[in-house]
């Protein structure tokens, strides 16, 4: 049984390009969770996402982010117009229910030059 | 808003020696799970060790062990015969039990160093 697994690993983008963060979940699992690692940070909630719905995205900022887990195929997290500031690790996590435990991707990490 | 904080920014421990991480913190919650995280440098995220709030018995698993404080909301972490590949970030979190805020509240991690 494969793990929550992200694509890319390592993203390098320009300062103004989109970046587009992909997250498989764990097989029967239909709930999907993004959090963000700065340097030298525990991991911060950004949104939480169940099939084609957003249930929680009280941690994603308002502007150039946002997030899908459409009926088929795999969450993602896009970033439009990235700028320096984004540059960090993005973990995906996945669940079978609201209230089971969260299983981690390997993360992508995302670099701006 | 529930806050987790780890005041013990790095630790050093002598491999076969015993180490213990602090945690605390702070909800107005009274059912919750608390977790510890492993990250090595490969930044896998690891799930160590698990506590429910209501059960007032420390979780064990293997050399890994909690004192879970729930008056004093503190969920420390002591890792038994540290062995080199137990060098990694690690970090507590924090997490409601009920439907309404599935997410995560991570502390802001402890860097362990195992001297062989």
């Known amino acids: ?113 | 808003a529930q806050t987790v904080t780890q005041s013990q920014p790095e630790m050093s421990v002598q491999e076969a020696e015993t180490v213990t991480l602090s945690c605390t913190y702070d909800t107005s919650e009274s059912d919750y799970y608390l977790f510890w995280y492993k990250q090595p440098p490969s930044r896998q995220m690891i799930l160590v060790i698990r506590q429910e709030a209501y059960k007032q018995q420390n979780a064990t698993e293997n050399r890994f062990s909690v004192n879970f404080q729930k008056a004093a909301k503190s969920f420390s972490l002591k890792i038994s015969d540290s062995q080199l590949g137990d060098a990694a970030m690690y970090f507590c979190a924090y997490r409601r039990r009920n439907n309404a805020g599935n997410m995560l509240t991570f502390g802001g991690g402890t860097r362990l160093m195992v001297k062989p």
């Open chain 1, 1 to 113: 049984n494969a793990g929550v697994m992200q694509n890319p690993r390592h993203l390098v983008r320009r300062r103004g390009q989109e970046a587009r963060l992909r997250c498989s979940p764990m097989k029967g699992h239909s709930h999907v969770y993004w959090y963000r690692q700065l340097p030298e940070e525990g991991l911060k909630f950004m949104v939480y996402l169940q099939k084609e719905n957003i249930i929680d995205e009280s941690g994603m900022p308002k502007e150039r982010f946002s997030a899908e887990f459409p009926k088929e195929g795999p969450s993602i997290l896009r970033i439009q117009q990235v700028v320096r500031g984004d540059s960090a690790a993005y973990f995906c996590a996945s669940s079978q229910g609201s209230g089971q435990p969260q299983h981690f991707g390997d993360g992508t990490r995302l670099s701006i030059l």
